[in-house]
Every structure is written in C-alpha cells, then in structure tokens.
C-alpha cells in the first residue's frame, strides 16, 4: 500500500512532466549544438542542470565569452523563484528528507515538479523520488536526441516544439483554477504583472528572473490579504484529499 501511494503514484504524476520535458530539452539540444557545444557537452549540462532558461542564459554567457560573475548574476535572476519553491515544499515534506535526500530534493524543484507535489497534503521522500524520475531522464534524453537529431526536423516541426513548455504549464495550473477560484486570483494577478513587466518601459528591463519572482510573491502576497486561507477549510481539504490518497 505504501509503494502505491508513494513511488508508484510519483512515477505516474511525473510521466507526462518528463514528456513535456522531452520536447523541449529537444529544442535546448538544438540550440546548443548550433552555438558550437559538443552534443556530449549539451547531455552533461542537462545531467547537471534542470533548468531551461538557466541552460540557455548559461551556453549564452559561456559562449559571449561572459565573466563569472554575470554568469552568476544571470543564474541568480533566472533561478532564484526555485529558493521560494523549496521553501514552500519544504513545509510538506516528512522526517525522512534528510542528509542526501535534502540534496535531491533542492536539485530537482522545478516549476512543474513543484506545482504537482504542492498538492498533495505530504510529500513523502518515496513519492519525490518517483516523481522525480521521468522528468530527469526526459530533460537529459531530451537533450540528447535534440543535439543528435535536431538537423533532420524542418522548420515548423521546431517552432511547435518551442511552446510545448507553456502547455505543460496550461496543464498544471487550469484543474488547479477549476478547485480553488482565490487561483483564478492569483494567475490574474500574475498575468497583469508579468505583462506590466514584459511592455511598460523601464520594467521591461528588468531581469526576467527577478520579474518572474516578484510577479509570483506579489501575486500570492496579495491574493492572501483579499482572500485569506482559513486554517479550518484547509486543514479539512488536507484531510479528504489525504484520505482520498490513501484509498487510491
């Protein structure tokens, strides 16, 4: 019982994530080759890096050539939202995240990881580790095909490839919106702000990764002062949503 509502559910959850990260470390494998990497060279980022936009801002710097510390600044900007996802998860989590775990745990918070385990009432080291699983060896094998690969695909087949990404986000979030209409709120927020981001000028030139967090943490900050959770209400969801768990 405990495999099937931990590991195995992981696995599950995970299997559309790493197809959805299939395509698009594809079109990452592309891009790299074409700036000049080896294809061994693009696979051995994607093995230690799981992040699209962090990978790309990287080849770009390493290849501009950049310095050290704009290569640190940009991965800082892109990445940090991750701090706050680890931050936020980590409250879910149980006793058993400890030494190597914790690691694992920090290395593998995506955008989309995170959005599925923020659901579930606990996240047991079990479940993690499965749902890890497929994302990685999508983004990795991903990569490897784009980089060996990508020359024979036209032109179209590769702009289709590009927005797979915000699919799989449509994906996450829409059911999510449906439950929970204080969502609705926030996605809203965030849209506005993003867009305020992307076109008013002098915002727009703002770094994407401190865009994307502010855009978050406003969103979020904001929609708790219109409509806070109640700690009843919530501990009653968790309840029926961990019972529901278990008889799965």
Not at 91 to 96: A, L, M
Not at 102 to 130: H, N
């Amino acid at each position: 019982m405990d495999k099937q509502i931990g590991f195995r559910r992981g696995l599950l959850d995970g299997l559309p994530i790493g197809l959805g990260y299939l395509s698009v470390s594809f079109t990452f494998g592309i891009m790299a080759i074409l700036m000049g990497l080896y294809w061994w060279e693009a696979v051995l980022i994607s093995m230690l890096n799981v992040t699209s936009a962090g990978q790309l801002a990287g080849i770009t710097v390493m290849l501009s050539p950049g310095h050290y510390v704009e290569m640190l600044i940009s991965q800082l900007t892109i990445n940090i939202r991750y701090s706050f996802m680890s931050i936020s998860l980590s409250q879910k989590v149980t006793d058993k995240f400890t030494g190597i775990w914790r690691w694992l745990f920090g290395f593998m918070i995506t955008d989309e990881i995170f959005a599925v385990s923020v659901s579930k009432p606990v996240v047991r080291r079990s479940y993690f580790a499965g749902l890890t699983i497929m994302p990685y060896i999508g983004w990795t094998g991903g990569t490897l095909l784009g980089a060996c690969l990508g020359d024979i695909l036209p032109d179209s087949v590769m702009s289709a490839l590009g927005i797979a990404i915000y699919a799989m986000f449509v994906a996450i979030v829409v059911p999510m919106m449906k439950e929970k209409k204080p969502v609705i709120g926030v996605v809203c927020i965030a849209g506005a702000l993003s867009c305020a981001f992307t076109f008013v000028p002098g915002l727009n030139r703002i770094p994407a990764g401190i865009a994307i967090s502010i855009c978050a943490v406003a969103a979020a900050l904001l929609m708790s002062f219109i409509k806070p959770v109640n700690s009843e209400e919530l501990a009653e969801e968790d309840a029926a949503a961990a019972e529901d768990s278990f008889r799965e």
